[in-house]
């Protein structure tokens, strides 16, 4: 999508401190973090967000997955992490790319 800021970073068409990059997805610091460590991974292929989930991207979906922890790790997030992705208006989506935020580092706030 060519509008899409995501879209944009993951084909190098936009500036982003990238940490982590495949084939398939890539992971890179929030511009404005909640948490002393706070990344976003993305897929490639333009996904709105979870309701657009079919069948079809099974192998994205856990190719993310399995990236989380990954990700977390090479960055010393080695006493655990909080992974979160926001789906639609209500849920307080505010950039209409499948996203999950992945936040640590220091003492987070409970939910």
């Known amino acids: 999508m060519s509008d ?12 982003a401190k990238i940490v982590y990059q495949d084939d398939h997805c890539l992971a890179f610091n929030d511009l404005h973090p909640k948490a002393p ?5 993305i897929p490639r292929q333009h996904i709105a967000n979870l309701y657009d989930i079919g069948s079809e991207h099974r192998d994205i979906m856990s190719q993310l997955m399995l990236t989380i922890p990954k ?35 220091g003492v987070l706030k409970p939910m």
Do not use: M, W
């Not at 899409?4 to 500036?15: E, L, Q, T, Y």
């Not at 960055?75 to 992490?81: I, T, Y």
């Open 4 to 15: 899409c800021i995501f879209c944009k970073i993951a084909s190098g068409d936009a500036p």
């Open 71 to 105: 990700v977390a790790k090479k960055v010393g997030l080695e006493n655990g992490f909080r992974t979160i992705t926001n789906t639609g208006q209500g849920g307080r989506q505010e950039i209409y790319h499948l996203h999950f935020h992945i936040l640590g580092g």
């Open 37 to 41: 460590v706070h990344l976003l991974l």
